[in-house]
């Protein structure tokens, strides 16, 4: 079955190009002497990307091949201006980064809604000949020709903006917390990568109160690495301010586990361990207190640990508690995300883009039809009414 969840899509964009000026001389028997009258050609339309909160993957773009602006209009006699081009708006969910796919260069991000961003401009429309009269010459016999149009292929790459993001090994309870504690109703089963793909809930405080978590799929060890699903979701934990990582309380060294699960972070973004975090043994609904004051001596003493059970509720007020106070905490104000500075380590390798649109059957070259090149000036035909007077 068919995924709903899209989080990358490949574009060949292109914008308008401008009309032509025209190059008229107007030659009537009420005006013998007008002059020219040749008006200018339209704008080209341009592509704008737009945020949008209503959407929250790329699924209406996975199928968009092409996108073209509308060409600008030619100028007429009489000094009538060219249609301008329609512009286009391409809507985004929030979080999503475009890359250049023929250099991997980081183009724009669109992270709130209504945000607009310019991605390529239309050709100005050229100038008539009524535009170029002067004293010295009072029947120019020339026009500019528009603008040319520019094109792209771009990469769009969804990471879900989300306040706490969840970090574990498959089967660790995450998406079983999610349901606790939000709205949200991912799949659970108890077998590994029950989850395939991401999910969002939202989770309710205390005087209404609320922030947002993000199940992804499991991360096993060397997913850094392109093994098991990691890679291909551990960028949308990327902007998240929290991350919550997840160990079962049965496992046989969770510390270890911790650490396995934060080197693999670090060799996929370093700035990842920059972010607080926050430690939860799971499935302790079978543990006793003692056991948990045992298990709690071997954790780290500089990483808030809370021990729950999303099944009987153990713990889960605690843990809300404790997830707030770090995401309030002065040291973790989000800041303004910027644009390269952030995502500087994309731009060196976009090898996984390729194995990603292979799978989606997209990695083929593009190819297009150029229209015809604008005429050269000489092409200009001279009008005249030849009505005698």
């Keep these: 079955m068919e995924s709903n969840f899209v989080d990358y899509v490949k574009i060949m964009c292109r914008s308008g190009k401008g009309g032509k000026g025209s190059m008229h001389l107007k030659h009537v028997k009420y005006n013998p002497n007008g002059g020219p009258d040749g008006g200018d050609g339209g704008k080209g339309g341009s592509i704008y990307l737009r945020g949008n909160h209503n959407y929250w993957t790329l699924l209406h773009l996975k199928y968009e091949r092409h996108i073209f602006a509308e060409h600008g209009g030619n100028g007429g006699k009489d000094k009538c201006h060219g249609t301008d081009g329609k512009d286009v708006y391409i809507d985004v969910p929030c979080g999503t980064v475009v890359y250049n796919a023929e250099t991997g260069k980081y183009v724009c991000d669109v992270t709130y809604d209504g945000q607009e961003v310019l991605l390529l401009k239309g050709g100005r429309g050229g100038l008539g000949n009524f535009q170029f009269r002067s004293a010295t010459n009072q029947a120019p016999r020339y026009a500019q020709p528009g603008e040319p149009m520019q094109e792209m292929t771009i990469i769009l790459e969804l990471k879900l903006l989300a306040d706490v993001g969840l970090v574990g ?164 104000k989000l800041a303004a995300l910027t644009a390269e500075d952030t995502l500087v380590h994309r731009d060196k390798d976009m090898s996984h883009f390729a194995e990603e649109l292979a799978d989606e059957g997209e990695d083929e070259d593009i190819e297009y039809i150029d229209e015809e090149e604008i005429e050269d000036l000489d092409d200009f035909e001279y009008e005249e009414d030849s009505e005698e007077v």
């Design 169 to 332: 090994f498959p089967n660790a309870g995450k998406s079983t917390l999610v349901s606790a504690l939000s709205n949200a109703r991912p799949k659970i089963a108890n077998y590994p990568f029950t989850t395939m793909e991401p999910s969002l809930g939202i989770v309710g405080y205390r005087d209404n109160k609320s922030f947002v978590m993000a199940d992804i799929p499991g991360i096993i060890e060397g997913a850094s690495e392109g093994k098991g699903l990691g890679l291909r979701f551990l960028r949308h934990i990327e902007r998240n301010s929290l991350l919550l990582f997840m160990v079962p309380g049965d496992t046989d060294d969770i510390k270890r586990e911790y650490e396995i699960l934060l080197n693999e972070l670090k060799q996929f973004n370093p700035e990842m361990l920059d972010k607080h975090r926050v430690l939860a043994v799971t499935k302790c609904d079978l543990l006793d207190e003692e056991l948990i004051e045992m298990l709690r001596a071997t954790l780290p003493e500089d990483l808030p640990v809370v021990f729950i059970s999303a099944v009987t509720g153990f713990g889960l007020d605690e843990l809300k508690d404790v997830l707030w106070k770090e995401l309030n905490a002065e040291s973790n």
